[in-house]
């Protein structure tokens, strides 16, 4: 299983951009590499994934450098309902979650 | 549709007591597994199922049972609870498209475990 090096925190002020890195340069050829984001007290909860390209869907936009050895999960515009847990998860067969970055938005 | 339910939501055991944590989905997902995160913590693997009858270890299986009897439900077992398994738990199912893991996870709500 790949492993995961994502910042420990992060902050952002409302309605801006949010720019979330993760490298995992021991990726392997089929791993996806999904988002997900545990909102306090709750179940993680998928944002995006993708295999080579740049993804897109109403939550976030996933950009993956073209040697796949790391991605960065694009939040448009934070909101403070975003405050969470992102969790960069690279794999084929299975979830391993690493200690996430924790996204502190302000107002 | 419930997608992913665990039972109960929180339970205090004592040292030594085993017990039983629920997780059933109605989805038809042949994907399930049980994740315990620790306070401060990220998830950690325990076991995964990828369909009835089929079962396998996760990061960190020891103490723990499970068993795959139908699509739905995937029960996890404490076999003798220590304080150290002090834990929230969680479950979680996908789609098992073919082994690739390009589909969404659904996790449940969690089930608070306290070992005295």
């Known amino acids: 299983d790949a492993k995961t090096t994502q910042p420990n925190s992060m902050e952002s002020n409302e309605e801006e951009p949010v720019h979330l890195p993760c490298n995992h340069s021991?990726?392997?050829?089929?791993?996806?590499i999904h988002w997900y984001r545990q909102l306090p007290s709750q179940g993680p909860e998928y944002v995006i994934h993708?295999?080579?390209s740049n993804v897109n869907n109403r939550m976030a936009s996933l950009a993956i450098a073209e040697d796949r050895k790391s991605s960065t999960l694009i939040l448009h515009r934070a909101t403070l309902r975003d405050a969470a847990v992102y969790y960069c998860i690279p794999g084929t067969y299975k979830y391993i979650f690493g200690t996430g970055t924790r996204l502190k938005v302000l107002a | 549709n419930a997608g992913v339910t665990q039972t109960p939501k929180f339970q205090v055991l004592k040292t030594g007591q085993s017990m039983t944590l629920q997780c059933a989905q109605d989805m038809n997902h042949e994907y399930m597994s049980w994740y315990r995160q620790d306070p401060g913590m990220g998830l950690r693997l325990i076991h995964y199922s990828v369909g009835a009858g089929i079962t396998d270890q996760g990061e960190v299986p020891n103490g723990y049972n499970v068993s795959r009897s139908t699509t739905e439900d995937f029960p996890l077992r404490l076999l003798s609870a220590a304080p150290s398994q002090t834990s929230v738990y969680f479950c979680a199912s996908r789609p098992f498209t073919g082994g690739r893991m390009n589909t969404e996870a659904f996790f449940g709500q969690g089930t608070r475990l306290t070992v005295v």
């Open positions: 021991t990726i392997s050829g089929t791993d996806y």
């Open positions: 993708g295999l080579t």
